[in-house]
Structure formats: C-alpha cells, structure tokens
C-alpha cells in the first residue's frame, strides 16, 4: 500500500514536456488574435472655459479588435525580442456636453470615428523558468503607429476635434505560455499609453480649448506559436 501510494505521488510530480526543444531556438514565428478596449485621453488647457456653450468633451471607451503576426527572438535563457505587427480596427468616441440656457437642460453631441491602426511593437520579454508546460512573462516596449484608413461623417458642418493620423505608444504587459504537443498558447494582457500629442489643429472653436490629447488602450491578445 505505502508503495502504490509512492508511487502515485511520484506520478503527479512529474509532467511530461511538450515541445522540450522549442526554447533552444533562435526564431519562432506565429499570430495573435485580440480584442481591445481604447479612448482618447484628453487635457483641456486655460482657454476651455471660455468656449462658447461648451462645458465638456469627454472620450467615451470603445471596443474593437485585431490581428497580427509575430516574430520571436532568442536573446538569452530568459529574454527576448519581439517583432509584432498588426492591423487595429477600432472607433473613437468624443462626447461633447453644451451647457444649456436659463436653467434649461443642456445637449450632447456624439462623435463616432471609425478606423484602422497599422501597429509595430517593438518589445522586450523578459521569461520566468519553465515549469513544466507552463511559464510566466513580462513584456514591455514602444510601438509605432500608422492610420490606415478612417471613417466618419464627412457632411457634418460641425467644428471636430481632428487628430493626426501617426502615434507613438508605450506598451508594457504580462502573460503566460502554455505549451502544447504541437504549438504554443500564449494570452498576454497588454496595457498601451499613448505618448504623442494627437491634437491636428486649433483652429476652431473646440480645439483651441484642449492643450493635449493621446490614445490609450487595454488589449488581450491570444498568441499562437
């Protein structure tokens, strides 16, 4: 009995390793599916309160998604290098609150752009030891951003905030790897802050008011390699 109990015990302990080569390698290739949760992060400066009617323009968060391709890269035991372009296909939303008149109730305006990001993080990773089929990661870099196309109602005659169409963002995330018999399974939560003043212009009644505005994300990204 103590032996079958052993034995058992033993057992348990011991896991059998996927893909026990797989991090002696220089490259690994892959893609990512993810879904995201963006807005734009917006500070008014001293001109705001002398707007006209206008009290507020508050970004609203906005779902969407993505997919991309992936390059790894071996640097040493726990670190690499990523390579992780992707399309983003996203919409922004600004609300922009007029003040009523005589106590009465004010209006909001919605503003919906819809459009897609061309991103391309470059990312260091740093890796904690395998355990098994399992180990944990850090991740973290800056990521370039082109716009590659928007919609949004070009017939409204109404003053708009427009943003420039290139960002620069800082990444920084986490994940896990899981190692299976044929491929790795890697979901990685990714926090995205954007670092360039997107404002285009202040030429017009709204953008005069605003001093500086970026894009910030939160995205979960299901990589497969």
Do not use: C
């Amino acid at each position: 009995l103590f032996a079958s109990f052993s034995a058992l015990a033993q057992k348990k302990k011991w896991v059998e390793e996927n893909l026990p080569g797989y991090d002696k390698q220089k490259y690994h290739y892959g893609f990512s599916l993810a879904a995201h949760s963006s807005f734009n992060k917006i500070i008014y400066n001293n001109e705001f309160d002398s707007i006209p009617n206008l009290s507020a323009i508050l970004p609203q968060a906005s779902a969407g998604f993505s997919i991309g391709f992936l390059v790894n890269a071996r640097m040493s035991e726990y670190w690499d290098f990523r390579f992780h372009p992707n399309i983003a296909f996203y919409e922004t939303r600004l609300n922009y609150h007029y003040a009523g008149s005589q106590g009465n109730e004010g209006n909001v305006r919605e503003e919906l752009i819809e459009g897609t990001r061309i991103e391309f993080p470059l990312l260091l990773k740093w890796k904690s030891s395998r355990h098994g089929n399992n180990r944990m990661y850090l991740i973290g870099g800056i990521k370039p951003i082109l716009e590659g196309g928007k919609r949004k109602d070009e017939d409204s005659t109404e003053d708009r905030v427009e943003l420039l169409r290139s960002d620069l963002a800082l990444d920084i995330g986490f994940g896990t790897e899981i190692y299976f018999s044929f491929f790795k399974f890697s979901p990685e939560l990714r926090f995205s802050y954007g670092l360039s003043n997107l404002l285009a212009s202040r030429d017009n009644d709204l953008t005069r008011g605003l001093d500086r505005v970026t894009y910030n994300s939160v995205t979960l990204y299901l990589n497969f390699q």
